[in-house]
């Protein structure tokens, strides 16, 4: 338990041990291009397709980039696909973006969503087995993506350690049942609008639904200020998820 959260007392030194930046890009299709010839349509996702995964392919493994592809077609209205995106430097999401804003079809996408977190270990888990909770993300473990961007009220800063900390193993309690869903909390304070962005990889949309009603009835979530928009992604490669836009 970290009985001095605001380090007044201890005063640690600030940790600038390399991290994992998340990258959560969603992005919306103008219906324009559907209105193309089916072979204008087809060269402009391939160029699109090889602009992405040369953001990958072209790095040195040391980067540790990784692109995770992501279908919302038919699930949302404002969003079509998304791009999950990780480093350990933020700004290889701009070498991302920009590769990709080079391409024609980024004249028919806008980005209506676009979070940006990092990874940490969470102050409230000690040990929990595939948690998520570490200080590496494995991402796209699950067919569907559960995501939303996760604010919590400033009450809850007031709070003592202890009552956090009892609060929060409720809510892991509450949780543990659930074997079928992984939780990936990442941490966005002074980087993006939200706390965190909380995405839970599961092969079962059922058990995740139930999770969240389950978790509705315990004590943390009256200090929940907000938890939308949330966003069922389902995993695809990127050739299929470009295929789904028509």
Not at 63 to 89: C, E, H, N, Q, T
Not at 125 to 146: I, M, T, Y
């Amino acid at each position: 338990m970290d009985l001095d959260p605001s380090g007044q007392v201890t005063q640690r030194e600030a940790d600038r041990a390399q991290r994992q930046f998340l990258n959560y890009a969603f992005f919306k299709l103008d219906p324009a291009f559907r209105r193309l010839p089916p072979a204008e349509r087809d060269e402009l996702k391939a160029e699109f397709l090889a602009a992405a995964q040369g953001w990958v392919d072209a790095a040195p493994a040391e980067k540790g980039l990784i692109l995770r592809p992501y279908s919302l077609v038919g699930v949302r209205s404002d969003v079509d696909f998304m791009l999950w995106r990780i480093a350990f430097d933020v700004r290889e999401f701009q070498d991302a973006q920009a590769r990709l804003n080079r391409t024609r079809l980024m004249g028919y996408l806008t980005q209506p969503f676009n979070f940006v977190s990092m990874n940490k270990r969470s102050q409230y888990v000690n040990r929990v087995e595939g948690s998520g909770h570490g200080l590496e993300v494995l991402p796209g473990q699950g067919q569907f993506l559960f995501i939303y961007p996760f604010i919590k009220t400033r009450p809850w800063y007031d709070l003592t350690p202890h009552s956090r900390q009892g609060m929060m193993d409720e809510h892991i309690y509450a949780s543990a049942p659930f074997k079928g869903v992984r939780i990936n909390t990442s941490y966005s304070y002074g980087i993006d609008d939200q706390e965190f962005v909380v995405s839970f990889d599961s092969d079962h949309p059922q058990e995740f639904v139930d999770l969240v009603h389950r978790l509705r009835y315990t004590e943390a979530s009256m200090y929940t200020l907000r938890d939308t928009p949330m966003f069922t992604c389902v995993k695809k490669d990127l050739a299929a998820t470009l295929d789904d836009l028509g």
